[in-house]
């Protein structure tokens, strides 16, 4: 863990992390709401594949029971959290960078740029290179 990253790109991570807020923010939960701790526990994890609830749970002291009880309080699922902000980061990074598809693919989570493709289609009906094509104005907001 001591051992400098050679690849690493300070400049990409800071312009992902302003998406990655400017896209939290947007979402409608509350601040202090289960889903948005929930949110940004999963946002910090699902480039590295590890956006699981159980260790989302750990994270935040709780058991994995426990968790899915408070978000089903909420109105709200694990699953239906991390495919929200997979939608909503999905757009924001198509609007906003000029990543490719394969690398949006590996920061949403997904083994492929095909399984992320398969999602976007599902989310707004077209494919991601598509989608980023059109202006920002003529974009879909969900």
Known sequence: MDVPLLTADDNLQRTLSV???NTLAQMPQTPNSMAR???????ARL???T???DAIAAELGMSARTLARRLTKEGTR?????ANLRKALARDYL???????TEIAYLLGYSDASTFSTAFRRWYGQPPSDFRERPATEAPMS
């Open 47 to 49: 480039a590295a594949g």
């Open 78 to 82: 694990f699953a239906a959290v991390v």
């Open 19 to 21: 998406i990655c807020e």
């Open 37 to 43: 701790l929930v949110e940004r526990q999963i946002t």
């Open 95 to 101: 609007l906003n960078s000029t990543l490719p598809l």
């Open 51 to 53: 956006a699981q609830q």
